[in-house]
């Protein structure tokens, strides 16, 4: 069965104009909820989750200008397409006719019609800290808006943001500085104790070293404030045994393998990222899996194609222990959709990566946690399975 979703195409005078960055990139824009029925239909994905979906890959358009178009709007959108769920979306901003999503007035829109309630919308800032809910610390201690190197990042693209949006200058580096941060965070009424993850999303340390004694520091820090939760660290510096040794002895400790992509890593990523192979990386998981930390990998499902997608995901599908954290592709700048699959320009692509996910890993039992990711595959159901409620973790 083909679906002919496309539309027909006039590039801007300006092919850089971030305001028409969709369709002068050739990427499919949805112009009817017939592209999601067909869909549907042919690969029995409901609906309403090929809808998200579709949101999460093209952004939203605001008509009352609350932030600039090419920056990102971050808000919390209800839905009671079965039962009422709560869901966060972080998206980019497009200008008008780039995208027929939009939101105002408290509502989500695809073309006039609404379909979720939102609460307020706000810029997506690069912040020092950000909570995900009331018990889920993640800190930026070096500094995202300082990386660099990767195309598929944004942050690689220094000319983009300024000051309203980068606001992590504050570097977490000196156990002074772990120990005031925290002291603040308390004066400022966050009660530590009641934590269930504090994770570290920063994959700029250096060395491994640096990441060990970094995640000890703030052990030691929270522990006598009563932090018994899971010790989060989110990158790829760290691959030797004695070093997932020392982190398995911080209490629950969790790694998510940042791979991003299985393809074109010499080309779109930082060289000391692009030095990493999956093979290195599947010896990484299986050994911090064997120490008793939980273990998994993060992707952006849009750079590889469909077939190399499916054969990174069956060669580290036994040494996870943690369901993938598996992001849309969202793209800002040219440069990132310079990175991106020509079949992923296509809304189809996305749905035969949700079902080819669900395929391979069935045998694992494992499952999205829909709280851990802004831009995910699975909404409120996977293979077809209703999800915790757990949006916010608590």
Not at 260 to 273: A, C, G, I, P
Request: a negative charge.
């Amino acid at each position: 069965m083909v679906i002919e979703t496309k539309i027909g195409y006039m590039p801007p005078e300006d092919p850089m104009e971030p305001s028409r960055l969709m369709r002068s990139g050739n990427v499919e824009i949805t112009q009817s909820a017939k592209t999601w029925q067909q869909l549907s239909y042919q690969y029995r994905v409901p609906v309403n989750e090929i809808q998200c979906i579709d949101l999460n890959r093209s952004g939203i358009w605001l008509p009352n200008d609350e932030i600039r178009v090419s920056y990102r709007a971050r808000f919390i959108a209800t839905t009671d397409f079965e039962e009422k769920t709560s869901t966060w979306f972080a998206l980019p901003v497009r200008g008008e006719g780039d995208t027929y999503f939009s939101a105002s007035n408290g509502y989500l829109r695809f073309q006039d019609q609404a379909f979720a309630s939102i609460e307020q919308i706000y810029l997506d800032t690069c912040d020092v800290s950000y909570q995900r809910g009331p018990r889920l610390l993640n800190l930026n201690s070096r500094s995202r808006g300082n990386c660099g190197g990767c195309t598929a990042c944004v942050h690689n693209y220094k000319d983009l943001y300024d000051t309203t949006v980068l606001k992590d200058q504050q570097r977490l580096v000196t156990r002074n500085d772990i120990e005031a941060f925290f002291d603040q965070k308390e004066a400022d009424g966050l009660d530590i104790a009641s934590l269930q993850q504090i994770a570290v999303v920063t994959g700029l340390f250096g060395n491994e070293t640096a990441v060990v004694t970094h995640m000890r520091t703030i052990a030691e820090t929270v522990g006598p404030k009563g932090f018994a939760g899971e010790l989060m660290y989110f990158g790829c510096e760290v691959n030797s045994e004695e070093a997932l040794k020392q982190l398995s002895q911080l209490g629950q400790f969790a790694l998510i393998y940042a791979i991003d992509n299985f393809t074109k890593r010499k080309e779109l990523l930082v060289k000391r990222k692009a030095s990493i192979s999956i093979n290195t990386a599947k010896d990484t998981l299986d050994r911090a899996c064997k120490c008793g930390i939980a273990a998994t990998f993060a992707y952006i499902a849009g750079i590889d194609s469909l077939p190399a997608m499916e054969q990174g995901f069956n060669a580290l599908k036994d040494s996870i222990n943690r369901f993938p954290v598996v992001n849309i592709f969202q793209v800002q700048t040219p440069g990132q959709l310079s990175a991106m699959d020509l079949e992923a320009k296509q809304l189809e692509y996305y749905v035969r990566a949700r079902k080819s996910i669900e395929a391979i890993l069935a045998e694992t039992g494992l499952k999205p946690r829909r709280w851990e990711n802004y831009r995910p595959l699975w909404y409120a159901l996977y293979n077809n399975q209703p999800l915790p409620a757990d949006t916010f973790g608590d």
